[in-house]
């Protein structure tokens, strides 16, 4: 299988000085509202019927599972009890993504690998009903936690990891303005399968590029009546040539 094409980082490395405070702070279990996407911290009481209903619906809702190293889950129950244990977790940080417009919890997602002293930080841990997946309500929950670490906690890289076979989330990293430094080949095994890991990033002095990228496509003129959009994300978040 061929790896997608994606912006790779080209930055040369260096040592050069940090002017920031370390440790940054860190991300706490607070509601994040957008247009489209409210994030609230993982309440199994509140989303799991939701989550779970969504997720094991049939086979295409099953297979939304394939690429994470749990689920699908075999009953209701033991769906709750896994969202139980992560709801107490500082790290991954859990987040259940809600669509504001129906108030239905539809995915969840994280923050994690969560390194204040080094300023580093990872958006991980998605699950995305087929509900949610390509739309606006996903965009903006990711825009949502990238706000909030490289702007508000001031943190100075974002990750992104996936399986490298999985193309749908490179594609995805790339769309956000991600990139590509390598592969980690046999760093997992999961679910009884070798992982090869893509490793992406987001660095600080990226992000206002990107920052007015996310502002203009989320932008209600951005959107046609139908709601189709006007321009794509991933052409206003890929780097410029040189």
Known sequence: ?????????????????????????RPQHIVHEGRWAR?????????????????????????????????????AEAHAAWLTAQATADDPLFFAVVDRASGQAVGVASLMSIAPEHGSIEIGHLWFSPRLQRTP???EALYLLLTHALDDLGYRRMEWKCDAANAASRRAAARLGYRHEGVFFNHRVVKGHNRDTAWFSILDEEWPRLRAAFAEWLAPENFNADGTQRARLSDLTRPSAP
């Open 1 to 25: 299988m061929s790896a997608p094409a994606e912006p790779i980082r080209d930055r040369a490395p260096g040592k050069q000085p940090v002017d920031q405070e370390m440790p940054r702070p």
């Open 39 to 75: 994030l609230e911290p993982l309440d199994p009481t509140a989303h799991a019927a939701d989550l779970y209903a969504l997720g094991h619906a049939d086979e295409a809702a099953r297979r939304t599972w394939d690429y994470l190293p749990y689920g699908p889950f075999p009953s």
């Open 137 to 139: 309500v996903a965009t």
